[in-house]
């Protein structure tokens, strides 16, 4: 297959760390589509909120930052109208920013596929009635999330059930479960909006955790905590072991909304169970919950299997990535890895990116 086009610098996703970055990029003078390209797979901007259920609203998971320069637009996610599906309302804002910026995103993208050729970067892509393409470039600045890379632990029996079990990245509406029982599992904010949309709902409702919930009585974020959660994720990074999640570090601040759930009962949160039957979970102590549906609101893992040929992993499983840079090989850049994903972590990580990326050029 022969090149299709070449520049110097190709971003995988458009999301909030790809739209950052270019950000950065473009206000160091480099020309987006000619200096460099940015790849996103959604068929709409809005990176994975897009792809978010229709009853998350903003303010009730973790935050959403502005984007760098968002306040040229007269945007900001603290007064957006949190009436609207939270999908809705990032797509709008995401948009509206791609063209204020002229970033000139190349959608949808799927890239399949990174590699070396000679001294060259080649990135394999398919897009729909295209089909294969390959771009070539100096560098490569991985910005693909985690949506794309649903985690389910495994739990004996799992395959037995008779019912269905699904992912967060699955929900789409609370309606979908009316009249069924459902568990839920998960220690995290997905699986606490699920319950109380489902409260009313679903025939019955229980709720699993691997961990106990570690309430944080404020509905601010802490940050001291937040900090060491994320001094966690970037230690982590460094050292290329598999990421922390960042909520076990935080605490899940009690909203509230939240308050009023866990007074009603709704939000009381059982060990997790000992294995899964065909009708429903057996937990440690022999007792049995029949449930119809398992929703697993049990996170993501980094979106990084097209860069496998790069031969980035360290022996412990994860990047080792430092300040969004591998340091297994300086081309590549990753950014909204480890603690740059985090709501601290990710508002300076573009223009960290962007310089070192300029200095490379």
């Known amino acids: 297959m022969?090149?299709?086009?070449?520049?110097?610098?190709?971003?995988?996703?458009?999301?909030?760390?790809?739209?950052?970055?270019?950000?950065?990029?473009?206000?160091?003078?480099?020309?987006?589509?000619?200096?460099?390209?940015?790849?996103?797979?959604?068929?709409?901007?809005?990176?994975?909120w897009q792809h978010r259920w229709a009853g998350l609203r903003l303010g009730s998971a973790h935050r959403v930052n502005d984007l760098p320069g968002m306040s040229e637009l007269g945007l900001s996610f603290a007064t957006a109208d949190?009436?609207?599906?939270?999908?809705?309302?990032?797509?709008?804002?995401?948009?509206?920013?791609?063209?204020?910026?002229?970033?000139?995103?190349?959608?949808?993208?799927?890239?399949?596929?990174?590699?070396?050729?000679?001294?060259?970067?080649?990135?394999?892509?398919?897009?729909?009635?295209?089909?294969?393409?390959e771009t070539t470039a100096r560098l490569l600045v991985n910005a693909s999330g985690t949506w794309g890379a649903p985690f389910v632990p495994h739990y004996p029996g799992a395959a037995s059930f008779a019912g269905q079990q699904l992912h967060t990245s699955g929900y789409r509406a609370a309606g979908d479960f009316a009249g069924r029982r459902v568990v839920v599992v998960g220690g995290g904010t997905s699986a606490i909006g699920f319950l109380l949309e489902l409260e009313h709902v679903a025939a019955e409702l229980t709720w699993a955790s691997r961990r106990p919930i570690d309430w944080v009585h404020t509905e601010q974020l802490d940050l001291e905590g937040a900090s060491a959660a994320v001094a966690a994720q970037d230690e982590a990074a460094r050292s290329g072991r598999a990421l922390p999640s960042i909520v076990s570090g935080t605490g899940v601040p009690v909203s509230r909304r939240i308050a009023a759930g866990i007074e009603r009962g709704v939000l009381t949160a059982r060990p997790m169970f000992a294995s899964i039957e065909p009708t429903g979970v057996r937990w440690a102590d022999g007792s049995f919950t029949e449930a119809d549906v398992i929703i697993w609101a049990t996170g993501f893992r980094p979106e990084v299997r097209h860069l496998a040929r790069l031969r980035l992993r360290a022996k412990d499983g994860g990047l080792v990535v430092g300040s969004g840079a591998s340091w297994t090989d300086p081309r590549i850049f990753l950014a909204g890895y480890g603690p740059q994903a985090s709501t601290i972590g990710a508002h300076r990580a573009g223009r960290v990116i962007a310089r070192q990326v300029l200095a490379l050029l």
């Open 2 to 48: 022969s090149s299709d086009a070449s520049v110097p610098v190709v971003i995988i996703g458009a999301g909030q760390a790809g739209l950052a970055v270019a950000y950065y990029l473009r206000t160091f003078e480099l020309v987006p589509g000619r200096d460099f390209v940015l790849f996103d797979r959604g068929p709409h901007a809005g990176g994975a």
């Open 82 to 133: 949190r009436t609207r599906p939270a999908m809705d309302v990032v797509t709008e804002y995401y948009r509206r920013y791609e063209e204020h910026f002229n970033l000139r995103v190349v959608r949808p993208v799927t890239v399949t596929a990174v590699f070396n050729r000679s001294a060259d970067l080649v990135i394999r892509s398919a897009s729909p009635g295209f089909g294969d393409h």
